[in-house]
T-cell receptor, first 115, second 111 residues
């Protein structure tokens, strides 16, 4: 009964490089959510995806950030031309449905450090 | 604009005593509330939830109370155990998948 998997757990990038964060949802879950946590803050919603579809990207910066959840393989959060302000913990969660009462299960997160 | 606020960044409690973590919200459209626990270097783990049609939900040592008129909820842990030491996040939603999180309260349970 594997939970939500994220990799890498830690990622160090220099300013201007690209960061790719991967998330494999729990078995049987087709709804994936990405959240970002800045130091000393709560998690903030970024984007909601189902297989091959972005449903809601209202929390994701318009520039440099993109997300996908292909038919095969993990969901990817991509950050182009990273800046120091992108340093944060990025968490992925998955659920069976999009109902608010359906528990979202979180992965261990990817800690991105931009030098 | 913080819609969910946890005003106590930290709380220290003696083992065996009650821990009370508080959360306030401003959006009256919120209808579902959750508590997550988070250990260092791990993701948040779901703990307990409550719908706005209830004022109390209990699961073992954990009880969540909701006061809609005050827009306030609290998590009670009794008795507290050292393994409960973690950061606790309150979250809310308004009929949707989008969870709005508070900034967390770090609980330390002293042996």
């Amino acid at each position: 009964n594997a939970g939500v998997m994220q990799n890498p757990r830690h990622l160090v990038r220099r300013r201007g490089q690209e960061a790719r964060l991967r998330c494999s949802p729990m078995k049987g879950h087709s709804h994936v959510y990405w959240y970002r946590q800045l130091p000393e803050e709560g998690l903030k919603f970024m984007v909601y995806l189902q297989k091959e579809n972005i449903i809601d990207e209202s929390g994701m910066p318009k520039e440099r950030f993109s997300a996908e959840f292909p038919k095969e393989g993990p969901s990817i959060l991509r950050i182009q031309q990273v800046v120091r302000g992108d340093s944060a913990a990025y968490f992925c969660a998955s659920a069976r449905t999009s109902a608010s009462t359906d528990t979202q299960y979180f992965g261990p997160g990817t800690r991105l450090t931009v030098l | 604009d913080q819609q969910v606020k946890q005003n106590s960044p930290s709380l220290s409690v003696q083992e065996g005593r009650i821990s009370i973590l508080n959360c306030d919200y401003t959006n009256s459209m919120f209808d579902y509330f959750l508590w997550y626990k988070k250990y260092p270097a791990e993701g948040p783990t779901f703990l307990i939830s409550i719908s706005s049609i209830k004022d109390k939900n209990e699961d073992g040592r954990f009880t969540v109370f909701l006061n809609k008129s005050a827009k306030h909820l609290s998590l009670h842990i009794v008795p507290s155990q050292p393994g409960d030491s973690a950061v606790y996040f309150c979250a809310a939603s308004s009929g949707s998948y989008k969870l709005i999180f508070g900034s967390g309260t770090r609980l330390l349970v002293r042996p």
